[in-house]
């Protein structure tokens, strides 16, 4: 998997990410929510609503729990603004 940070949009959630988190963490296209930056579900939905209003994008509720890792979240922004061009 590419480095998130390589491109405007892995950028702006490792961004998202790190407000997020609260602490200064390393991240890569693998770092894992949960077992990584310590996620519980309530940080893991505050990151999605936070994607949300930084992408003006809706993320499905049944999409939430396949958002693992840190490439799972750009791919998934990536994947809805993608759906969202005319």
Same mark, same amino acid.
Do not use: K, W, Y
């Given at each position: 998997?590419?480095? +998130?940070?390589? @491109? &405007?949009?892995?950028? *702006?959630?490792?961004?998202?990410?790190?407000?997020?988190?609260?602490?200064?963490? @390393? $991240? /890569?296209?693998?770092?894992?929510?949960?077992? @990584?930056?310590? %996620?519980?579900?309530?940080? &893991? $939905?505050? %990151?999605?609503? !936070? $994607?949300? @209003? #930084? %992408? /003006?994008?809706?993320? +499905?509720? !049944?999409?939430? +729990?396949?958002? #693992?890792?840190? /490439?799972?979240?750009?791919?998934?922004?990536?994947?809805?603004?993608? *759906?969202?061009? +005319?």
């Amino acid at each position: 998997m590419t480095n +998130p940070e390589t @491109d &405007t949009i892995g950028h *702006e959630v490792l961004t998202v990410l790190r407000r997020v988190c609260r602490r200064p963490v @390393d $991240l /890569g296209a693998q770092s894992a929510l949960a077992a @990584d930056l310590g %996620f519980d579900s309530l940080q &893991t $939905l505050e %990151f999605v609503a !936070e $994607l949300e @209003d #930084q %992408f /003006g994008i809706t993320v +499905p509720i !049944e999409q939430v +729990p396949r958002i #693992q890792t840190v /490439g799972e979240a750009v791919a998934c922004v990536r994947m809805l603004l993608a *759906e969202s061009r +005319p």
